[in-house]
């Protein structure tokens, strides 16, 4: 079977974000900040790109969008938002939050948070809008709508009637 998206995947980094806290329970917070086409050689490993008092950037490169057949009906979700987002989650490895697995399915990203897994959802950069569009034009088909059956008159006349 021949597929009519022949990228499957997309090279991503993610920049994850520490922000300083002044907070009697947590000193900082990590959140991912963004994402954008990854075109550092292989290999390599995060590196810090922004560094204040209270706040530091790292960029993650070596991570890959990969699509998926089965989740092309969260990617239309998704695409159709008003604001559509890359998910990503991610671990706290060694005190530094690591982005570990992408998706733009609304289903799949939902999935992980409603898990427990640290989830941030970041805007799809422009340029991947298009691929993603291509895949779900090539792979989603909606559920055909069901007609809708209404009670016939003589099943209502076996309910009895309420008053």
Do not use: C
């Amino acid at each position: 079977m021949s597929d009519a998206s022949p990228q499957l995947s997309y090279p991503l980094a993610v920049i994850m974000q520490r922000t300083a806290l002044v907070n009697r329970w947590v000193s900082e917070k990590w959140e991912a900040q963004g994402v954008l086409r990854d075109l550092d050689a292989l290999g390599a490993g995060p590196k810090v790109i922004v560094e204040h008092e209270r706040l530091t950037q790292m960029l993650h490169p070596g991570l890959r969008l990969r699509l998926q057949r089965d989740e092309a009906e969260g990617y239309y979700l998704n695409l159709t938002s008003p604001e559509p987002k890359v998910f990503v989650l991610w671990r706290m490895v060694d005190e530094i939050a690591r982005p570990e697995m992408l998706t733009v399915s609304y289903g799949e990203g939902t999935r992980w948070a409603d898990s427990g897994e640290q989830v941030d959802g970041v805007p799809i950069p422009n340029d991947l809008l298009p691929w993603i569009a291509d895949f779900v034009e090539a792979h989603y088909r909606p559920e055909p709508k069901k007609e809708k059956r209404y009670a016939s008159n003589k099943d209502k006349g076996r309910m009895g009637h309420f008053k």
